[in-house]
C-alpha cells in the first residue's frame, strides 16, 4: 500500500510518499480502507516531534480516518468486512490502509459521506465533549469562540448554536468572520484591529461571555479571560498560535471562574463508551442539519504533506481533507 512517512523529524517538506507493507490488524483491532482523513494541527505537531504523543521513526501522520473496514483482529465482535466507520487514529491515517484499535471506532450513518466523517470526528468530537462534559454549557448562556473560522473553531460555534447558546465569534480575517456568522454566530469580532474587551462588553452589555472556547492560547487567552462574566468557565482546547498563556492566577479569584482544560484524546481513551453516546449525538445533530462540516479544500492522498503545510500556514476555512482518490 502507499503511504506518508515520516523518517526524520521535520516540516512537512521532510515527508516522504511511498509504498509500504500494508499492516495487519491484531487482537482488538480492525484494519480501516482509507476513503477520506481529516487533517488537524496536531499532523503537524507530531512530524515535528512538538506533540505529547512521540511515535517511533519511521511512522505516518494523520490523526482522524472515514472508510470501511477491511479486515478485523481477533476479539472484535462489533465490526464486520465492509462496515463503514470513522476512527481517531492519533497518527497513521495517512495511508491507503490503517489500523486502529476497536474501541477508537464508530459506526457511521448510512447517509454520510466519507469526507463529511473525516471531518466530524476531531472537531467536532472536542467542541462536544468540551460543551458538555466540561463546561456543561446550558441554553441561553452566551459563548465566546476563539479562532473561529478554523475547523476547531467553526465546529465550535455549530455546536454551542445547536446546544442553545448564543456566540461571538473571534477570528483574523474578513473570510473567516463572515464563515462562522453563516454558521451561527450572532456577532464576530475582528480581534487584530478590534479592542475584543471592548467588543464583548459592548455585545453582553457589560456582563461578559459565560464560556471561552479557546484553540488558540497566545497572548489573545488573557484578553479573552478578561472578558468572562462571574462563574465563566475558560475552556482550554489547544495552542494553535504557538505558544502556552501565562494568565494571572487572581483572575479566575476576582470572576470566581474556572479555568477547564480539555484533552479530547484522553477522554476517549479513557471513556470509550461516553465517548461513543457522543458521536451518535452528533450524528443525530447532523441528521436534523443542526451542523454541517464546511470542508474547504480537499488533498489527494499522495498530496497529504501539502495539506498539513496547508494547515500549518492557517490558510484553513474550516476543515482540510486527504481522499483516497
Same mark, same amino acid.
Given at each position: 500500500?502507499?503511504?506518508?512517512?515520516?523518517?526524520?523529524?521535520?516540516?512537512?517538506?521532510?515527508?516522504?510518499?511511498?509504498?509500504?507493507?500494508?499492516?495487519?490488524?491484531?487482537?482488538?483491532?480492525?484494519?480501516?480502507?482509507?476513503?477520506?482523513?481529516?487533517?488537524?494541527?496536531?499532523?503537524?505537531?507530531?512530524?515535528?516531534?512538538?506533540?505529547?504523543?512521540?511515535?517511533?521513526?519511521?511512522?505516518?501522520?494523520?490523526?482522524? /480516518?472515514?472508510?470501511?473496514?477491511?479486515?478485523?483482529?481477533?476479539?472484535?465482535?462489533?465490526?464486520?468486512?465492509?462496515?463503514? /466507520?470513522?476512527?481517531?487514529?492519533?497518527?497513521?491515517?495517512?495511508?491507503?490502509?490503517?489500523?486502529?484499535?476497536?474501541?477508537?471506532?464508530?459506526?457511521?450513518?448510512?447517509?454520510?459521506?466519507?469526507?463529511?466523517?473525516?471531518?466530524?470526528?476531531?472537531?467536532?468530537?472536542?467542541?462536544?465533549?468540551?460543551?458538555?462534559? *466540561?463546561?456543561?454549557?446550558?441554553?441561553?448562556?452566551?459563548?465566546?469562540?476563539?479562532?473561529?473560522?478554523?475547523?476547531?473553531?467553526?465546529?465550535?460555534?455549530?455546536?454551542?448554536?445547536?446546544?442553545?447558546?448564543?456566540?461571538?465569534?473571534?477570528?483574523?480575517?474578513?473570510?473567516? *468572520?463572515?464563515?462562522?456568522?453563516?454558521?451561527?454566530?450572532?456577532?464576530?469580532?475582528?480581534?487584530?484591529?478590534?479592542?475584543?474587551?471592548? *467588543?464583548?462588553?459592548?455585545?453582553?452589555?457589560?456582563?461578559?461571555?459565560?464560556?471561552?472556547?479557546?484553540?488558540?492560547?497566545?497572548?489573545?487567552?488573557?484578553?479573552?479571560?478578561?472578558?468572562?462574566?462571574?462563574?465563566?468557565?475558560?475552556?482550554?482546547?489547544?495552542?494553535?498560535?504557538?505558544?502556552?498563556?501565562?494568565?494571572?492566577?487572581?483572575?479566575?479569584?476576582?470572576?470566581?471562574?474556572?479555568?477547564?482544560?480539555?484533552?479530547?484524546?484522553?477522554?476517549?481513551?479513557?471513556?470509550?463508551?461516553?465517548?461513543?453516546?457522543?458521536?451518535?449525538?452528533?450524528?443525530?445533530?447532523?441528521?436534523?442539519?443542526?451542523? *454541517?462540516?464546511?470542508?474547504?479544500?480537499?488533498?489527494?492522498?499522495?498530496?497529504?504533506?501539502?495539506?498539513?503545510?496547508?494547515?500549518?500556514?492557517?490558510?484553513?476555512?474550516?476543515? /482540510?481533507?486527504?481522499?483516497?482518490?
Amino acid at each position: 500500500m502507499k503511504a506518508l512517512l515520516c523518517e526524520r523529524h521535520g516540516p512537512p517538506e521532510t515527508l516522504v510518499f511511498r509504498e509500504v507493507e500494508a499492516p495487519v490488524p491484531g487482537p482488538g483491532q480492525v484494519r480501516i480502507k482509507m476513503a477520506a482523513a481529516g487533517v488537524n494541527l496536531p499532523d503537524g505537531l507530531i512530524i515535528q516531534n512538538l506533540y505529547q504523543v512521540k511515535p517511533d521513526l519511521p511512522f505516518t501522520p494523520g490523526s482522524e /480516518v472515514a472508510g470501511e473496514v477491511d479486515a478485523v483482529g481477533e476479539d472484535v465482535s462489533d465490526f464486520r468486512v465492509g462496515d463503514r /466507520v470513522a476512527a481517531m487514529t492519533v497518527h497513521g491515517a495517512f495511508a491507503e490502509q490503517t489500523v486502529v484499535l476497536a474501541d477508537r471506532v464508530v459506526k457511521l450513518p448510512p447517509a454520510m459521506p466519507f469526507d463529511t466523517a473525516a471531518s466530524l470526528l476531531m472537531a467536532y468530537g472536542t467542541a462536544f465533549h468540551a460543551f458538555r462534559q *466540561r463546561a456543561a454549557l446550558r441554553p441561553g448562556e452566551t459563548v465566546l469562540v476563539l479562532g473561529a473560522g478554523g475547523g476547531v473553531g467553526l465546529a465550535a460555534v455549530e455546536l454551542a448554536r445547536a446546544m442553545g447558546a448564543r456566540v461571538i465569534a473571534a477570528a483574523g480575517s474578513e473570510e473567516k *468572520r463572515a464563515l462562522a456568522l453563516a454558521h451561527g454566530a450572532e456577532a464576530a469580532i475582528d480581534y487584530r484591529n478590534e479592542d475584543l474587551r471592548e *467588543r464583548v462588553s459592548a455585545w453582553t452589555e457589560g456582563r461578559g461571555v459565560d464560556v471561552v472556547y479557546d484553540p488558540v492560547g497566545g497572548d489573545m487567552a488573557e484578553r479573552a479571560f478578561r472578558s468572562i462574566a462571574r462563574y465563566g468557565r475558560f475552556l482550554v482546547i489547544g495552542f494553535a498560535a504557538g505558544s502556552i498563556p501565562s494568565l494571572p492566577i487572581n483572575l479566575p479569584l476576582l470572576k470566581s471562574a474556572s479555568i477547564v482544560g480539555v484533552f479530547w484524546g484522553s477522554f476517549l481513551v479513557n471513556e470509550p463508551e461516553t465517548h461513543r453516546r457522543n458521536m451518535q449525538e452528533l450524528f443525530e445533530l447532523y441528521a436534523q442539519g443542526a451542523i *454541517r462540516p464546511h470542508i474547504s479544500r480537499k488533498f489527494a492522498l499522495a498530496d497529504s504533506a501539502t495539506a498539513i503545510r496547508w494547515i500549518m500556514d492557517r490558510k484553513a476555512l474550516g476543515k /482540510v481533507v486527504v481522499t483516497a482518490e
